[in-house]
């Protein structure tokens, strides 16, 4: 008898319904397990997974309903651990889709924050402004999806309170960044009210360097790397899907670490 034709498609709401279900069941690594089966991710895709074209349609599929997973088990209430001093990774490492080289220049002076989309107040920020703000620091590990990981210690502002001084809507989808180096990336808003979320304007107490991402970055213990983009020039909170430069090339969206 021929498999394949025992495959068959399935409705894809009732398969994220169903994984809901076992998402919140003790059972859920095991059910975890089981999907990464050849035979679990072609039931998904609904695929036979015998050209290029279904198995793409495939792993976007599951890269979709990871994506779904990992929101439903994010707590964002949950702290990423923080760590002493005498942990900290020196150097911490440089990391960008370019060269050191190529790490773009930015004049203090004229540099200018844009926020927009579903804000009340809608505005241009000056360097010199988000330094007035109330700051914090944390020493937190990034996590590069990469396979390495390193501890730095970051100072700026909590990105919860600046999206309250703008007036942002808290129910809305996303928030699109948006760089001086090209990059754009975006994140759920549950993440970027999570108190560890931190527009970055220091690091190890100085003036960000510019490897690091001068004048600002995004910085996200509770994601991967490429979900902390550097060289901020734009902020945009939408309910529109924004993707991002990695994201759009096949990278999981939600990017939790």
């Known amino acids: 008898m021929n498999r394949r034709k025992l495959i068959r498609p399935l409705d894809a709401a009732s398969i994220i319904k169903d994984t809901r279900k076992e998402l919140h ?6 059910f975890g397990k089981r999907l990464l ?11 036979d997974l015998t050209d290029d074209k279904s198995v793409n349609t495939m ?5 979709t309903l990871n994506d779904r997973a990992q929101a439903l088990l994010f707590d964002p209430s949950k702290l990423a651990p923080t760590y002493p001093e005498s942990m900290l990774t020196r150097p911490f490492p440089f990391n960008a ?10 004049d203090a002076q004229t540099y200018r924050l844009e926020l927009s989309g579903l804000v009340k107040r809608k505005r241009i920020w000056t360097l010199d402004e988000l330094h007035a703000l109330p700051q914090l620091s944390q020493i937190t590990r990034h996590i590069c999806i990469e ?5 730095g210690k970051w100072g700026g502002v909590r990105f919860a309170d600046f999206l309250m001084l703008a007036g942002a809507d808290t ?4 928030v ?30 100085d003036v960000l360097p510019a490897k690091y991402g001068f004048p600002m970055k995004l910085r996200i213990p509770t994601k ?10 734009a902020i945009t909170v939408t309910n529109e899907f924004p993707g991002g430069y990695w994201e759009n090339q096949g990278y999981n969206w939600f990017g939790g670490s």
């Open 224 to 233: 991967l790397g490429y979900k902390n983009p550097k060289h901020i020039v």
């Open 171 to 174: 129910q809305a989808k996303y």
């Open 176 to 205: 699109a960044l948006h760089c001086a180096d090209s990059y754009w990336t975006s994140i759920d808003m549950p993440t970027a009210l999570h108190p560890q979320t931190l527009l970055a304007l220091t690091y190890d107490g």
């Open 147 to 151: 396979g390495w990981s390193a501890i």
């Open 97 to 106: 889709y370019y060269d050191i080289d190529q790490v773009p220049e930015i």
């Open 25 to 30: 069941s003790s059972a859920r690594r095991l």
């Open 59 to 63: 792993l976007r599929r599951v890269s």
């Open 37 to 47: 089966t050849l035979g679990g991710l072609a039931l998904l895709s609904g695929c």
